[in-house]
């Protein structure tokens, strides 16, 4: 039988002799068939294509009369920065991930402790770090770093012999979950959320038994309502912060005597989110953003009204960024919302597809995280733009404005290739031998999904 040839580098720990007591000499190496997963590649150039177009249409607010096609370029900078991420990791195997992903988590959580010293005023709250002409919001890269980091946690504590996480593997996830947590609450309810969402689900597919997921899921509800009921009652009489004027000015919004911090702002948009037969309501500086939205995404119909056509763009605050999907579906009418909805919706089958094939934990929760992280951020910003969720921003992944979060999206779409191109699946008896030999034993876990 001719070996597989592999374009990647082998190297000596990677052969058959090194798993077996068969003499080098008389066994030739064999590396698992690399795979480029066309799936993941078919999405992510259907939203590149929707974001270079949609974006520009979205971007009037900021267009200068002599340089127009600013926004775009700076806009398909980022994209191709991203793109040349993704073809450089999926190039790599996921065990250098493995080792690089303490790095990152830790330099993640500087980068946000950081945030709380020095730091830029985006839409009224301190979220970046500026390096020159260069802003980076960390809170981007720590949303992956918690779902990288509950990967790394719970395939190295995973029960042998069973669907279960021992307690400390639990409460390291869990532990980690609640620090992040922390730094992001101040900054924005929704990344707090959001990364209590991503926790919990990879919790359940990393094989967490139902009791300590209940008793997780019990802690975390406990001490988020003490943390915003303190927050409230901490602000409850608080004058308006320079950082809330400047809020209510970027969000075309009243300043009222209790805009003390972002507490007052979040309870403000729940009661407005709540309230009964907002449809009808007359536009105001309180509902402008929700209102404009709902006109654009109406006056699009099924069909839409043509790329271009937009006629809310140049009235819809921050329709680049946080309400770029409300000018998708105007221009594009309901059918490419939905087919947006279907592409990101997609990308999470095609993960769970690869996460049942892998044969070890490590691969499984790998490219099951990153799609987690990319895909419940996509529905949470399509969530608050058609109205189920309360106002509040954030991103759509690829689509919209923001240097930061485009690269984040692309590494971990770079790391869903890297998965989907090297990790061993089960019944190729080969690859899964090798994929033993160059992890370290403590991952040698096989995949809960098919335990």
């Not at 830790?106 to 005023?121: D, E, F, K, R, T």
């Not at 911090?261 to 500086?285: M, P, V």
Request: charged share 15%.
């Amino acid at each position: 039988m001719k070996p597989i040839f592999n374009i990647d580098e082998a190297t000596p720990d990677t052969s058959v002799a090194a798993v077996t007591d068969t003499p080098a000499a008389d066994v030739q190496k064999i590396t698992p068939k690399l795979r480029t997963d066309h799936y993941i590649w078919g999405i992510y150039i259907s939203l590149f294509i929707i974001s270079v177009i949609e974006l520009f249409s979205a971007s009037s607010q900021e267009i200068e009369v002599n340089d127009i096609y600013g926004p775009i370029i700076r806009h398909a900078r980022f994209l191709v920065i991203g793109l040349v991420l993704m073809l450089v990791i999926q190039r790599f195997h996921f065990k250098y991930i493995y080792r690089l992903t303490p790095i990152y988590v830790l330099g993640s959580i500087l980068a946000m402790c950081l945030v709380l010293c020095v730091s830029v005023n985006i839409n009224g709250a301190r979220r970046a770090l500026q390096f020159g002409s260069i802003v980076i919001l960390p809170a981007e890269f720590l949303k992956l770093a918690a779902a990288l980091g509950i990967a790394y946690i719970l395939s190295r504590n995973q029960m042998p012999g069973k669907r279960d996480v021992t307690t400390r593997g639990v409460v390291l996830c869990a532990g980690l979950t609640l620090f992040c947590a922390g730094l992001l609450f101040s900054h924005g309810l929704t990344n707090t959320l959001l990364l209590m969402a991503i926790s919990l689900s990879m919790m359940l597919i990393g094989g967490v038994s139902m009791r300590k997921f209940g008793i997780v899921l019990g802690v975390y509800l406990l001490l988020g309502a003490g943390a915003m009921g303190y927050k409230l009652a901490q602000n409850k009489d608080a004058a308006p912060t320079p950082e809330a004027i400047e809020t209510a000015m970027l969000n075309k919004e009243a300043v009222g005597a209790s805009a003390g911090n972002r507490s007052s702002t979040w309870k403000a948009r729940i009661e407005r989110h709540f309230r009964l037969n907002k449809s009808l309501d007359k536009i105001d500086d309180t509902n402008k953003q929700e209102q404009l939205s709902y006109i654009a995404q109406a006056h699009g119909g099924i069909t839409g009204v043509g790329p271009g056509n937009s006629r809310e763009n140049a009235r819809l605050p921050l329709a680049f960024s946080d309400y770029i999907y409300a000018i998708v579906i105007e221009e594009g009418g309901l059918v490419t919302g939905i087919f947006i909805l279907l592409c990101y919706l997609f990308l999470l089958g095609r993960a769970g597809r690869v996460a049942t094939k892998c044969k070890q934990t490590f691969p499984c929760l790998l490219v099951i995280g990153c799609a987690i992280y990319i895909v419940y951020q996509a529905l949470f910003h399509m969530a608050i733009v058609t109205g189920v969720f309360p106002v509040s921003g954030q991103p759509l992944p690829l689509i919209s404005k923001g240097g930061t979060s485009v690269i984040v999206t692309s590494i971990a779409l770079g790391i869903m290739l890297s998965t989907s191109r090297h990790a061993a699946f089960k019944g190729d008896k080969e690859a899964i031998r090798q994929e033993l030999n160059a992890l370290p034993e403590s991952l040698h876990n096989e995949n809960p999904s098919q335990l």
